[in-house]
């Protein structure tokens, strides 16, 4: 099999949608100040376009839990691989994160992270499948809704490949 990447995002489309986020958190959270939860490592990218745009103070941090292992399907398995660094206690909190899929991940980080009890908490995403929802999960703010591919590129991998791209792709197989 060939890997092949077709644009299905292109550059230019991704950070004028991240602008307008950016404008409409910026609104939201005005007069506070606004704590990013970058989850890695699919949401580097997009943390970082977001939150030099975001015009309030800002604090990073960083977690990284594991659902996918070495492939495009599901283990249905979740797990914590990094911690945050400090507490999200009486914080505004926004989590980041690259694409919502069956939403196993974000179900389970959304309940852990609340029960940390931050001032208000929310969810952000660049991507969105709802075609391949399986649990509940409410997302704040929608860079994109797309339909049931597997896409790379912005910060998504496949195999730890293609994280790099400026743009996002479609992942085709071809025959050799
Ligand atoms: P969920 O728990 O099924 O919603 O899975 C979410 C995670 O799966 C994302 O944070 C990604 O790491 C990964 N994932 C889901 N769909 C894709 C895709 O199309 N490309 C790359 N990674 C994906
Ligand atoms: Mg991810």
Redesign the pocket.
């Known amino acids: 099999m060939k890997e092949r990447i077709e644009v299905m995002i292109p550059e230019e489309q991704l950070l004028a949608r991240v602008r307008e986020l950016a404008e409409q958190i910026s609104k939201r959270y005005a007069g506070k100040e606004l704590k990013l939860i970058c ?1 890695l490592k ?2 580097i990218f997009f943390t970082t376009e977001l939150a030099k745009r975001i015009t309030l103070p800002v604090k990073l941090d960083f977690m990284s ?1 594991s ?2 292992e070495n492939g ?1 399907t ?1 283990t249905g398995r ?1 797990r914590i691989v990094k911690d945050l660094d400090d507490s999200i206690r009486d914080e505004h909190v926004l989590v980041v ?12 980080l959304m309940e852990m992270l609340k029960s940390r009890q931050p001032a208000s908490l929310s969810l952000c995403t660049l ?1 969105d ?1 709802p075609d ?4 509940d ?1 409410t997302v704040d703010y929608t860079g994109f809704q ?1 339909p049931d ?4 590129g912005f910060g ?3 195999a730890q490949k293609y994280r790099t791209l400026p743009y996002v792709g479609i ?1 085709k197989m071809d025959e050799a």
């Open positions: 989850i699919g949401s839990v659902s996918y495009t599901s979740i994160e690259d694409i919502v899929d069956s939403g196993r991940t974000l179900s389970f991507l499948k391949r929802r399986v649990v999960v797309i591919e597997f896409v790379v998504l991998d496949y992942l």
